[in-house]
């Protein structure tokens, strides 16, 4: 077997001492960003691990590689060292993320390696983000660049196994058939992790457009994205939503399995992993992002979680579906995702709110069958309405007009308390004036008194606004 086959990239060559320079300047400055953000005022956006991309050790030399697209035929170099993010299982796709300089464009990107299923009815990432595009569907990444890695006779570069798996059958440890993988490679812009929100508000508007991609995709191409996580929704440097990782997305085939990563996955599938994905199991998918991000970001509190839901140790092992479904359940009934977890009014309200449609949703979904649904109290029309994202676009509209007016609130609130003090201070100028010039008596001014402290009153009961829940 040649160097093709074995998975070696026949267009990697050592990075010169420049194009070394050049990376690794291009990354000194994005960290630079992450401590002096433009506005001294805002909290820095950072990518987590990027400074693994100085890594200067033996272990990760510096290399030039070629990234050329399917379609456009175009075709640019970076230069690459460690990779920021990855997965280190022997299983799945060895997906990583480099920060990578281009060289013809002259700026920092970010490659995604991967190496994805030998599937025909599973197209390449790139392919469908083009496709997004072509059909205006907003707030997905721009692909720069995106293709299969070339590998011999200029066939992509691709692995045997399902081959062998297939001619030795006789001699695997499973009935399952192994799926070969091809290596494919995307850049694409710089996006930030969902935990680099500023505030509550770009978290509830992060996925309140995450909600219009989906029903926009799904309306025109009919495309769901089946794997909703924390992970795959980022923000842009100014804080909107990048919907990412379409790597799994494809259209809705009655015959297909579950898809998606278990910790926030719907119920539905995590109860019978043969069903296949729906619309309505991708917004319910937002929904546990919204509990997981607001929890990891806002909560006052991280106690109470049931154990399994957001178990870190249970998602690197993969989770047991089981589990999760079961403290998913529960959570939705007893409250512990937002009841006095949270200072904003409108997450908390917001949660809430959803929780108990979903929880909803869930009763009529997995009632008996022949039970008496207006002797159980059902509302059998939740089955319609949560699969319709204009349903959820509503509560998330209305949480984003809560926040903005609470807000408002709470600047007059402070407005007002500046002038209360403003009006104290010279309450107690005037009236040290008025007894200087009293002698030593103790005699009031006229006007100086009385107006601070009502202004201070009315402060106090309007800034209660923001801690009420």
Known sequence: MDDAGRGFDLSAVLATRREVTLLTDAVHDLLYTFQHPADEHDAPRVLPCAELSLDCSDTYPVYKIRVTDDTTGDSTELVVRRPFAGDSSLFGRGTRAYLAYDLKARKLVVLKDTWRAKDRRQRAESAILRELHANDVPFIPQVLYGGDVPGSNDAPQHTVVDELSAEQAQRRCTDTPLLGHIHHRMVQDIFYPLQTVRNERELIQALHDTIITLDIAHQKLGILHRDL????????????????????????????????????????????????????????????????????????????????????????????????????????????????????????????????AWAEYQRVLFAPKGACIPALELKPEMLELAARPSYWLEKF?????????????????????????????????????????????????????????????????????????
């Open 229 to 356: 996580s924390y992970q795959n929704i980022m923000l842009d440097s100014q804080g909107r939503c990048v919907v990412n990782d379409w790597d799994s997305a494809g259209p809705f085939t009655p015959d297909g399995g579950a898809v998606g990563t278990v910790h926030f996955m719907s119920i539905r599938l995590l109860r019978n992993e043969s069903l296949p994905n729906e619309p309505v199991d991708d917004l319910q998918s937002l929904f546990w992002v919204l509990s997981f991000a607001a929890l990891l970001c806002f909560a006052q509190y991280h106690g109470g979680i049931r154990s399994g839901l957001f178990d870190d140790r249970n998602a690197r092992e993969g989770g047991d579906p089981s589990s999760v479904s079961t403290a998913k359940v529960f959570s939705l009934r007893d409250g512990s995702l937002y009841r006095g977890r949270y200072c904003c009014a409108a997450l908390t309200a917001l949660v809430a709110e959803l929780a108990d």
């Open 397 to 469: 509209a209305a949480a984003l007009a809560k926040y903005d007016a609470d807000e408002r609130e709470a600047r007059i609130a402070d407005q007002l308390e500046d002038l209360a003090a403003s009006r104290e201070d010279l309450a107690e100028a005037a009236a040290a004036g008025g007894k200087r010039k009293a002698g030593d008596s103790d005699v009031p001014v006229a006007g100086a008194q009385g107006e601070g402290p009502q202004l201070a009153r009315r402060s106090k009961r309007l800034r209660a606004i923001r801690q009420r829940q």
